[in-house]
Nanobody
Framework: QVQLVESGGGSVQAGGSLRLSCAASGSIWRINAMGWYRQSSGKQRELVATITGGGSTNYAYSVKGRFTISRDNAKNTVYLQMNSLKLEDTAVYYC???????????????WGQGTQVTVSS
């Protein structure tokens, strides 16, 4: 199986920065897209940013210019650098990876356990 382990969450004042990391391990043949999603209290999970294996990125409008997603393919790790954090960025952040475990199986989604990010005034 595949495991995604996130780290780097925490509490920060508005205007501050945090960097999230997510490492994938297990029976991995290939990792396609990786990304970050978030869910705040009472709301649905939403896309924050994604990155393909070739490095193409996509961001939610609300985080463009403030967040940067990157990945290290050699380490099967994806990062999210979050700058100029706002109160509304407070949420549980989930790592996602689309993983193929063998040449004979279709890719499927895997999720991390989530890491809390709290932005205070």
């Amino acid at each position: 199986q595949v495991q995604l382990v996130e780290s780097g969450g925490g509490s920060v004042q508005a205007g501050g920065s945090l960097r999230l990391s997510c490492a994938a391990s297990g029976s991995i043949w290939r990792i396609n897209a990786m990304g970050w999603y978030r869910q705040s209290s009472g709301k649905q999970r939403e896309l924050v940013a994604t990155i393909t294996g070739g490095g193409s990125t996509n961001y939610a409008y609300s985080v463009k210019g403030r967040f940067t997603i990157s990945r290290d393919n050699a380490k099967n790790t994806v990062y999210l650098q979050m700058n100029s954090l706002k109160l509304e960025d407070t949420a549980v952040y989930y790592c996602n990876a689309v993983v193929t475990v063998s040449a004979f199986t279709p890719p499927r989604d895997y999720w991390g356990q989530g890491t809390q990010v709290t932005v205070s005034s």
